[in-house]
């Protein structure tokens, strides 16, 4: 995914987010490979399935921008 698909406001929120996945798989010490962030991020997608459209969207955005 490219960065001009998203406003620059919902780019922050997904860097945000991303950041926020590296920082959780870090302190848990796993690794912060692609692989790890997307499976991280999936999860979280999966487990927030019921959240406000604009987090799933989030989410969605920030797993196709990290994954492999």
């Known amino acids: 995914m490219k960065r001009d698909v998203l406003n620059e406001d919902d780019y922050d929120e997904v860097c945000r987010v991303i950041g926020d996945a ?3 798989l870090a302190e848990s010490g796993h690794e912060t490979k692609r692989e790890e962030i ?3 991020l999936k999860r979280a997608r999966q ?3 019921h959240s406000e459209r604009d ?3 989030m ?3 920030a797993i196709r921008l990290v994954k492999p």
């Open 22 to 24: 590296v920082v959780v």
């Open 38 to 40: 997307t499976g991280l």
């Open 47 to 49: 487990h927030r399935s």
């Open 55 to 57: 987090e799933q969207r």
């Open 59 to 61: 989410l969605e955005h």
